[in-house]
């Protein structure tokens, strides 16, 4: 982020970090400044980014909250924490807030390359937010503010989305080769089917009234047994489904396919396939 934001002409002053080593690779890597004091840091910035583990950010917090931060905004970047974690805010002057790239980070020094399309989702003070305005201008990248309350109602939904997501994947790739398919030929197998899917559920319809382009949904774009209320193949592969978490999941996801074919097609009944699913 560090990187990302400076790419974008943001003042990035440094960092400060646990382990000197990583501190300076980081200000390297950034062209900026690594600081061996906290107060430095706190000093000569007018916004502290807690970029630590979730279970270490409380305890930064601690340490912070005992300084100067008067008019200062502090955030953390954690995806399930709110800015309720900055426990007694108010009483140190600082404004604090979160911001929560919505991304799968997965190398440190390339991810920045490709999080222009992500979407930021940011919580906490108004004061923080509408200071932090100016830094979101300089960026590209669509701005969603969520409710602090429900923040970890929103983590769970991006995890579904991302993690779980992938645990499916996964879980079919084993299915497969239980069927006698080799683990790479599974992959090439599902690759075209998961995403001409992920395609279709996200590409843009327009609509006539006001020319508003939305996407194609996951009712709309659904197909599969359960869709098409087939009841004979679904039980089919129930049966084959040996171990119980495997089926777990096959039914928990089920249900929610029907759920997703029942607004695509208001006129059936999908009773009886609920009731399988449920069993």
Same mark, same amino acid.
């Given at each position: 982020?560090?990187? *990302?934001?400076?790419?974008?002409?943001?003042?990035?002053?440094?960092?400060?970090?646990?382990?000197?080593?990583?501190?300076? @690779?980081?200000?390297?890597? /950034?062209?900026?400044?690594?600081?061996? &004091?906290?107060?430095?840091? #706190?000093?000569?910035?007018?916004?502290?980014?807690?970029?630590?583990?979730?279970?270490?950010?409380?305890?930064?917090?601690?340490?912070?909250?005992?300084? $100067?931060?008067?008019?200062?905004?502090?955030?953390?970047?954690?995806?399930?924490?709110?800015?309720?974690?900055?426990?007694?805010?108010?009483?140190?002057?600082?404004?604090?807030?979160?911001?929560?790239?919505?991304?799968?980070?997965?190398?440190?020094?390339?991810?920045?390359?490709?999080?222009?399309? %992500?979407?930021?989702?940011? @919580?906490? &003070? &108004?004061?923080?937010?509408?200071?932090?305005?100016?830094?979101?201008?300089?960026?590209? $990248?669509?701005?969603?503010?969520?409710?602090?309350?429900?923040?970890?109602?929103?983590?769970?939904?991006?995890?579904?989305?991302?993690?779980?997501?992938?645990?499916? #994947? *996964?879980?079919?790739?084993?299915?497969?080769?239980?069927?006698?398919? =080799?683990? =790479? /030929?599974?992959?090439?197998?599902?690759?075209?089917?998961?995403?001409?899917?992920?395609?279709?559920?996200?590409? =843009? $319809?327009?609509?006539? &009234?006001?020319?508003?382009?939305?996407?194609?949904?996951?009712?709309?774009?659904?197909?599969?047994?359960?869709?098409? $209320?087939?009841?004979?193949?679904?039980?089919?592969?129930?049966?084959?489904?040996?171990?119980?978490?495997? @089926?777990?999941? *096959?039914?928990?996801?089920?249900? =929610?396919?029907?759920?997703? %074919?029942?607004?695509?097609?208001?006129?059936?009944?999908?009773?009886?396939?609920?009731? #399988?699913?449920?069993?």
């Amino acid at each position: 982020m560090g990187k *990302y934001i400076a790419d974008h002409g943001g003042t990035v002053t440094g960092f400060c970090s646990r382990t000197e080593s990583s501190g300076q @690779e980081a200000a390297q890597f /950034t062209g900026t400044k690594y600081f061996t &004091s906290l107060d430095s840091l #706190i000093e000569e910035s007018d916004t502290l980014f807690i970029t630590t583990t979730d279970g270490a950010i409380k305890n930064i917090w601690d340490c912070i909250a005992t300084r $100067n931060v008067k008019g200062k905004v502090i955030c953390h970047f954690s995806g399930s924490l709110s800015s309720d974690i900055f426990s007694d805010w108010k009483r140190t002057g600082a404004e604090v807030c979160s911001i929560h790239p919505i991304y799968a980070f997965s190398n440190k020094f390339t991810a920045y390359k490709n999080l222009t399309a %992500a979407k930021f989702a940011v @919580e906490g &003070s &108004s004061k923080a937010l509408t200071h932090l305005r100016a830094l979101f201008d300089l960026l590209p $990248n669509e701005v969603v503010e969520i409710s602090t309350e429900e923040k970890a109602k929103y983590h769970a939904a991006t995890s579904l989305a991302s993690n779980h997501v992938t645990g499916l #994947i *996964y879980l079919a790739v084993e299915l497969l080769k239980e069927s006698g398919i =080799q683990e =790479q /030929t599974a992959y090439g197998l599902l690759k075209p089917l998961v995403e001409k899917n992920v395609e279709a559920v996200f590409s =843009q $319809n327009e609509i006539e &009234s006001g020319k508003k382009t939305v996407c194609a949904g996951c009712a709309q774009t659904l197909t599969g047994p359960i869709e098409r $209320n087939d009841i004979v193949t679904v039980e089919q592969h129930l049966s084959k489904l040996k171990r119980p978490e495997w @089926e777990a999941v *096959y039914r928990a996801v089920g249900i =929610q396919v029907t759920e997703a %074919a029942m607004k695509k097609h208001p006129e059936r009944s999908y009773k009886e396939m609920k009731q #399988i699913l449920a069993q």
